[in-house]
Nanobody, 123 residues
Framework: VHLVESGGGLVQVGGSLRLSCTASGRTFSTFVMAWFRQAPGEERKFVSHISETGDYRYYADSVKGRFTISRDNNKNTTYLQMDTLKPEDTAVYYC?????????????????WGQGTQVTVSS
């Protein structure tokens, strides 16, 4: 499975970005998909995940109400819409895939990872 993220960039405080993660190699619709982020000097942290069919979504408290995760199984793509961005959202964002359906919030449960995309929020 190969995951490729896109959509990162530089944005001002209060702005929006939409990240995309496209998968290839196996049946995307059987994966739980997640987004994590890692700021300099910090560990990789859970942001959000979405179930295989998209009917269950969960968010970290730090992004709840501002970020929205979604997926399009016909396009093998998951998205992270990020609104009302804050400087503390600055990080490298990674998408991850779990073929076992565990809906975990920690990185070791995810078998496949993208290369990451940088998001920088300037004040």
């Amino acid at each position: 499975v190969h995951l490729v993220e896109s959509g990162g960039g530089l944005v001002q405080v209060g702005g929006s970005l939409r990240l995309s993660c496209t998968a290839s190699g196996r049946t995307f619709s059987t994966f739980v998909m997640a987004w994590f982020r890692q700021a300099p000097g910090e560990e990789r942290k859970f942001v959000s995940h979405i179930s295989e069919t998209g009917d269950y979504r969960y968010y970290a408290d730090s992004v709840k109400g501002r970020f929205t995760i979604s997926r399009d199984n016909n396009k093998n793509t998951t998205y992270l819409q990020m609104d009302t961005l804050k400087p503390e959202d600055t990080a490298v964002y990674y998408c991850a895939a779990d073929p076992d359906g565990i809906l975990a919030r920690t990185a070791p449960y995810y078998d496949y990872w993208g290369q990451g995309t940088q998001v920088t929020v300037s004040s």
